[in-house]
């Protein structure tokens, strides 16, 4: 009885029909690129697959979802790349009682706060190109002039949306005294990892992210850099909106801070993943499926409290990955777990990332058809703690993709870690090179 009535809520998460997905997916792409009204965007990059031969030394940002990470990284050609120095924060720490994702906090503060984050890895006063991974949908006239068009993963931060990026990284680097270094590229997280990898491999055709947020980009042929090669086009993939929403999925959207936005997302990325799973718990606790006690656990009361870590311990029920759970679950309060209620949280975890598998491999689908007539095998690059963190994810998704493909070139996965750092590097040197 009680496993009938977790199986029909994990039913809300199954997948009908992949290809049927895909097939809106590439509706919606069409209509993006005609210009026409759709749920995703070709944004230009300006950037084309790197040659490989970039060289030098850049300093490189990674102002992804939840941490700005700082490298002075050397290009040394021939895909090489050394990580000479490096520092990282948090955008939020409450027991440092700072929040820069909250409406409170201006863009200047933000962009301050990176500029002193620059300064640690680069004190001397020597020029440097930089390139800036920000991992928003922003309009780009060039590669180094990107307005924000707005927030997206629950970010909130003041007087930043509408505003060039690039003015306002410069003027924080200015006032710190850094004003040598020029930020020459700003691009997306997808860009970015799609550069990291086509930098040491050719055949790199898309670059996806799904970590705290997700997206796709890949190369269009039927849009040209300056230098007359395809460009690189982000396509706000996380916004893709023809999906069917369950109650979960609807509660989720309307607390969130933009209701009816960032659809796709909603349900495929680390962030949400873990809030839908809370969701769940609750509705089985409120049904009677669950200890009442599970309430008084600490992430119970707050919204996004579970990160896509938690389920990647509940991605499996042996070795190191059930110990964490245990501990996790000991320490957060879930007191009198027993195994059979960790049979059910295994089970809910599990179609939660099922159908994020299914829904991100159909929009691969998707976009390696756009780009069919190249003969050659596509690597899609990821990166993003869903793809590297959670066993069996990353194949899961090649593994769909491959099924609903048959006589296409075939298409792998290819992790690019540090990618939103190396590419930022990537980028600026492809930039320098063309300005
Ligand atoms: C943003 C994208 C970004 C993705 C992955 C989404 O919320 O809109 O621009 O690429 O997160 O970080």
């Not at 004190?123 to 997206?152: C, H, N, R």
Request: with cysteine; hydrophobic share 45%.
């Amino acid at each position: 009885m009680k496993s009938d009535i977790v199986n029909d809520i994990c039913g809300l998460f199954r997948i009908a029909s992949v290809r049927a997905v895909a097939q809106a997916f590439a509706a919606e792409l069409q209509m993006a690129l005609q210009g026409q009204g759709s749920s995703l965007k070709i944004l230009p990059s300006y950037l084309s697959r790197p040659s490989g031969r970039e060289q030098g030394q850049f300093i490189a940002i990674d102002f992804g979802g939840t941490n700005v990470r700082v490298m002075k990284v050397s290009l040394l050609g021939r895909g090489g790349v050394e990580i000479v120095a490096q520092s990282s924060r948090p955008l939020a720490d409450a027991a440092n009682g700072y929040d820069l994702t909250s409406s409170a906090s201006t863009g200047r503060e933000l962009f301050n706060f990176v500029a002193r984050l620059i300064e640690e890895v680069q004190p001397a006063q020597q020029d440097y190109a930089l390139g800036l991974t920000f991992s928003y949908p922003m309009q780009q006239e060039a590669v180094d002039k990107a307005i924000l068009l707005e927030w997206t993963k629950e970010i909130k931060t003041s007087q930043t949306v509408g505003q060039d990026i690039k003015k306002l990284l410069s003027s924080a680097l200015k006032e710190h005294g850094l004003g040598h270094i020029v930020p020459t590229a700003i691009i997306n997280d997808t860009v970015a990892t799609f550069m990291a990898k086509a930098y040491a491999e050719a055949a790199v055709w898309v670059g996806s992210i799904c970590g705290t947020g997700h997206n796709t980009c890949y190369l269009e042929p039927s849009r040209c850099t300056a230098a007359g090669q395809p460009m690189i086009v982000n396509t706000e993939a996380g916004n893709f909106a023809l999906l069917n929403q369950n109650r979960y999925d609807q509660l989720l959207d309307c607390q969130s801070l933009d209701p009816g936005r960032q659809r796709l997302e909603k349900m495929v990325s680390g962030k949400y993943m873990g809030e839908l799973f809370r969701l769940v718990v609750l509705d089985l606790v409120e049904g009677g499926l669950l200890a009442a006690s599970f309430n008084d656990a600490v992430p119970m009361k707050q919204a996004y409290a579970i990160s896509a870590e938690v389920l990647n311990w509940l991605s499996t029920d042996s070795g190191r990955q059930h110990q964490e759970l245990r501990n996790w679950l000991d320490e957060q309060g879930f007191s009198g777990c027993r195994a059979a209620d960790l049979d059910m949280l295994r089970m809910v975890a599990q179609a939660i990332m099922d159908r994020a598998a299914k829904l991100i491999a159909a929009t691969y689908i998707a976009i390696t058809d756009q780009i069919r007539h190249s003969p050659q095998q596509h690597i899609i690059a990821v990166d993003g703690s869903v793809f590297m963190k959670i066993p069996g994810f990353l194949e899961k998704v090649e593994m769909v993709v491959r099924q609903n493909r048959e006589g296409l070139p075939t298409v792998v996965l290819r992790p690019a870690s540090n990618g939103s750092n190396l590419g930022a590097a990537v980028a600026a040197a492809q930039a320098c090179r063309f300005s």
